[in-house]
């Protein structure tokens, strides 16, 4: 089965891809820009939760293509801030998207907290045809006082999990996959899916 990833960050997708190539289900990601080209939409994330988003991501673009979709809405959610940015990560600094400024806000406001406590949390949501689920994963950490490491995106350069010593963009992608809020989503959607594609969804 074909499924699209509803989302132009490459980054996103190529954890996405090596997370699921790790299930052996019989599917293959296409990426919104390999079936678009360079006019690949953006869909517009009015919904007020990161559940809400995704599946207004999937939804967006099924419609578009009636094709299978995966849609991922990811947030970064700071205990002493109460969860935010959480839904609005993409766009805390004001301009969506600009990651740098995004961080370095970040790191700012805390310099008036104590509790560096975060945790990032991802829904993944599948829809096709009379079809539609949803997985979350969470990875807990903390957020560090000053930016490590040039792998990841986002966040990733200030965010070092419980347990590890590195930021995740100091580890390679295999050991942030082995660990991860995206990584864990995808192994309860790949249940899921996998019962789907075998016929016995939603009765497992
Ligand atoms: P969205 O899910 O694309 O809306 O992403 C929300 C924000 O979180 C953006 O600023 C992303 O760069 C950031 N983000 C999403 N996933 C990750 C991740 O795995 N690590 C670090 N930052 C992330």
């Not at 997985?135 to 966040?155: H, M, N, P, S, W």
Request: net charge negative.
């Amino acid at each position: 089965m074909k499924i699209l990833i509803a989302s132009n960050n490459r980054h996103k997708i190529e954890e996405l891809a090596g997370i699921f190539a790790s299930f052996s289900l019989p599917i293959e990601l296409i990426s919104q820009k390999s079936y678009f080209g360079e006019d690949s939409p953006e869909i517009d994330e009015t919904g007020a939760t990161l559940e809400e988003n995704a599946f207004i991501k999937a939804k967006a673009l099924f419609e578009m293509t009636q094709m299978p979709v995966i849609s991922d809405d990811t947030g970064l959610e700071v205990y002493s801030l109460n969860m935010s940015p959480g839904v609005i990560s993409a766009r805390y600094a004001g301009e969506h998207g600009n990651d740098k400024a995004n961080r370095e806000k970040l790191l700012h406001v805390l310099t008036m907290h104590d509790n560096r406590k975060a945790r990032f949390r991802t829904v993944l949501h599948f829809i096709s045809h009379d079809i539609s689920f949803s997985a979350q994963g969470i990875c807990e950490g903390v957020i560090t006082k000053e930016e490590a490491g040039d792998k990841g995106f986002g966040y990733d350069s200030i965010f070092i999990p419980d347990g590890e010593e590195q930021t995740f963009a100091e580890m390679d992608s295999s050991r942030k996959n082995a660990m991860s809020h995206r990584a864990k989503a995808g192994i309860q959607l790949s249940k899921a899916l996998s019962a789907f594609l075998s016929g016995r969804y939603p009765h497992d």
